[in-house]
């Protein structure tokens, strides 16, 4: 019973200890930042193609193969190749405070280099997913 009691408090302490440090400031701000800059985010097709039509401040990076590419893709993507070398050098010299529009063939690679992004703090990156999804949704292919 002492033992349970002692547990309890002790619980109790440091529920306490970890809630003194956060005020109700703190969480709207952090709230607001997390709107502003939401890091990286999976999106679907559909909500990716509405962002797309809203927003003329994104880039578009389309990070499959020159042959890929050169067979359809959206309409002002720039291509950065992930199997190419200089990839990781062409990703961490992009501006970190810029938005950001990723996707390949299927999401495979776009996640791969979304996780990329986030690892080297990007603050606002979509990815996508693939492209056949994204002319689904009513994507404008480019050939």
Do not use: K, W
Not at 96 to 113: K, P, W
């Amino acid at each position: 019973m002492r033992n349970t009691s002692l547990l309890l408090l002790a619980l109790a302490a440091l529920a306490i200890s970890a809630c003194a440090g956060a005020t109700a400031d703190d969480t709207t701000t952090d709230a607001a930042a997390a709107e502003e800059r939401p890091g990286v985010v999976r999106i679907g097709a559909q909500d990716a193609v509405s962002l797309l039509a809203e927003r003329d401040d994104l880039t578009i990076i389309d990070v499959r193969t020159p042959a890929e590419f050169a067979e359809g893709h959206l309409a002002d993507a720039e291509l950065v190749d992930i199997y190419e070398a200089a990839f990781r050098d062409e990703i961490d010299g992009l501006d970190r405070d810029g938005s950001y529009v990723l996707y390949c063939r299927s999401g495979n690679r776009s996640g791969q280099a979304a996780v990329f992004m986030q690892e080297l703090g990007f603050a606002e990156v979509y990815d996508a997913g693939g492209l056949a999804d994204l002319a689904n949704a009513g994507a404008t292919i480019v050939r």
